[in-house]
């Protein structure tokens, strides 16, 4: 009887040891025929993409790219409902992940652009556009997590300059100090400023520069900017200023610019 729970037991024990271990499924939109469409944007996706294969399709659709390798891939189908630009991006995947874009469908495919990490193409209203995500890295794994956004580019920056009429000058160092107001929305980081003064000062006519940097995050703030010459020093009196302001964001730069007259004073 012991003998026969002995064996029953290892036979269990076999069993469980040769079980067949459970791999992680390949996602759904693996093939084209699966696509995840993408209804609105902007528009925000994690996926596993280690069991993510790539086939014939994938393929075509870099026939146009030439990536060095296609591997883990993933599609997505957007249709534009307006003219404007899309960006797809891929750059915070735990892989190195590239993105091609195309229209048409496989066996017919027409690319419109590619890269790694990002992309920006120009959109038009009612086209269908194909996205494949895929790892680019040939033999560094297969794929990881994918994290995908496709959003429109927004505007560039607004930005909005004004210059005081009356600036101050330092009579020991020569130095001469212009003041304003700027507001700026919608860039990335800081915007700069420069300032460029010319005063003539009996038969002398010289000219300095100077700078300054704003937040451009919306608010209306005031900046100050020294400006110094090498050629002499500015002194009480009217001088010549030409200002300008810019800031870049995702959609491009844009500045201002102001000419007008100053009095200095101290």
């Known amino acids: 009887m012991k003998r026969a729970a002995f064996l029953v037991s290892t036979i269990a024990l076999l069993t469980v040891g040769m079980a067949t271990p459970v791999l992680a499924a390949s996602p759904g939109n693996d093939a ?11 528009f925000a996706e994690s996926v596993d ?24 891939s993933v599609w997505y189908e957007i249709s534009a409902t307006a003219d404007g630009v899309l960006v797809v991006d891929v750059s915070s995947s735990t892989y190195a ?9 496989p066996g017919g495919l027409t690319f419109v652009t590619c ?7 120009e959109a038009a209203a009612g086209e269908t556009y194909l996205i494949l995500a895929f790892d680019f890295e040939a033999g560094a794994g297969n794929g990881g997590t994918l994290n995908i956004t496709v959003a429109e ?26 003041t304003g107001v ?39 703030q005031p900046w100050t900017a020294e400006v110094t010459s090498a050629s002499g020093k500015f002194a009480g009196g009217k001088a010549t200023v030409s200002v300008f302001a810019f800031a870049c964001g995702l959609g491009g730069c844009s500045e201002d610019r102001v000419e007008r007259a100053v009095m200095l004073r101290k």
């Open 153 to 178: 580019l927004p505007p560039p920056p607004v930005v909005e300059l004004t210059v005081d009429p009356t600036g101050h000058f330092n009579a020991w160092t020569g130095s001469a100090t212009i």
């Open 32 to 42: 084209y025929a699966g696509r995840t469409v993408i209804d609105s944007i902007p």
């Open 182 to 220: 700027i507001t700026c929305t919608g860039g990335e980081g800081p915007g700069k400023i420069g300032v460029q003064l010319s005063q003539s000062v009996g038969r002398f006519k010289f000219s300095g520069e100077g700078g300054a940097e704003f937040a451009c995050d919306g608010t209306t």
């Open 97 to 105: 992940a590239g993105v091609i874009v195309a229209t048409g469908a």
């Open 115 to 121: 890269g790694p990490f990002a992309v920006g193409f």
């Open 49 to 72: 993409t280690t069991e993510a294969t790539s086939d014939a399709d994938d393929a075509e659709a870099n026939a146009g790219c030439g990536a060095p390798a296609i591997e883990a």
